[in-house]
T-cell receptor, first 117, second 118 residues
Framework: GAVVSQHPSWVICKSGTSVKIECRSLDFQATTMFWYRQFPKQSLMLMAT?????????EQGVEKDKFLINHASLTLSTLTVTSAHPEDSSFYIC?????????????FGDGTRLSIL | AQTVTQSQPEMSVQEAETVTLSCTYD???????LFWYKQPPSRQMILVIR??????QNATENRFSVNFQKAAKSFSLKISDSQLGDAAMYFC???????????????FGQGTILTVHP
């Protein structure tokens, strides 16, 4: 069935470095990818919506230059956290709307736990 | 904009008993979908149940059922015969039935942490 593969699942890095998170749609073309951020015991907050071949749409309060999103192909969307700092430590999840005929409303990646030291 | 509210940050239930999680939402749309997702400690998002707004009949999936009150904009989840594996964070979510560039976008409630006691 349709799957979204998200990598890495866990990353620890030093403050000031940039981190790239990839989400690949397997067996289907994801023209849209949603990127969420989740703090412990809190809800998923939508950060941005990426559409293949066009600029991402960011939610209010999300820094575009901080969280770079690229959706250059129908199977790959990436989120780059630039010059990461400890406050960027969080759980990041991507999801793509379901393909026609699927009984799943969205296909979620397994998430990336980002820890900035 | 649509909003989803879960007013119970935490709930607990004894194994084999029944528990109901509350959810209310606000929308001016007539075509939409509602969902309950389960997020266990692994943090995977697992779809529990879905409800189309145009359907009057409440959705049921084995031990999980919903009470969908469209006029009241309420969408509660009932878990019967609770099991230890039901322990997780549960999210109510809303999706518009329309298309456009935000097709498929989910709006989540704050979540309810469910503890199941043996």
């Amino acid at each position: 069935g349709a799957v979204v593969s998200q990598h890495p699942s866990w990353v620890i890095c030093k403050s000031g470095t940039s981190v790239k998170i990839e989400c690949r749609s397997l067996d289907f073309q994801a023209t849209t990818m949603f990127w969420y951020r989740q703090f412990p015991k809190q809800s998923l907050m939508l950060m941005a919506t990426s559409n293949e071949g066009s600029k991402a749409t960011y939610e209010q309060g999300v820094e575009k230059d901080k969280f770079l999103i690229n959706h250059a192909s129908l199977t790959l969307s990436t989120l780059t956290v630039t010059s990461a700092h400890p406050e960027d430590s969080s759980f990041y999840i991507c999801s793509a709307p379901s393909i026609a005929g699927s009984n799943q409303p969205q296909h979620f990646g397994d998430g990336t736990r980002l820890s900035i030291l | 904009a649509q909003t989803v509210t879960q007013s119970q940050p935490e709930m607990s239930v004894q194994e084999a008993e029944t528990v109901t999680l509350s959810c209310t939402y606000d929308t001016s749309e007539s075509d939409y979908y509602l969902f309950w997702y389960k997020q266990p400690p692994s943090r995977q998002m697992i779809l529990v149940i879905r409800q189309e707004a145009y359907k009057q009949q409440n959705a049921t999936e084995n031990r999980f059922s919903v009470n969908f009150q469209k006029a009241a904009k309420s969408f509660s989840l009932k878990i019967s015969d609770s099991q230890l594996g039901d322990a997780a964070m549960y999210f109510c979510a809303y999706r518009s039935g329309g298309g456009g560039t935000s097709y498929g976008k989910l709006t989540f409630g704050q979540g309810t942490i469910l503890t199941v006691h043996p």
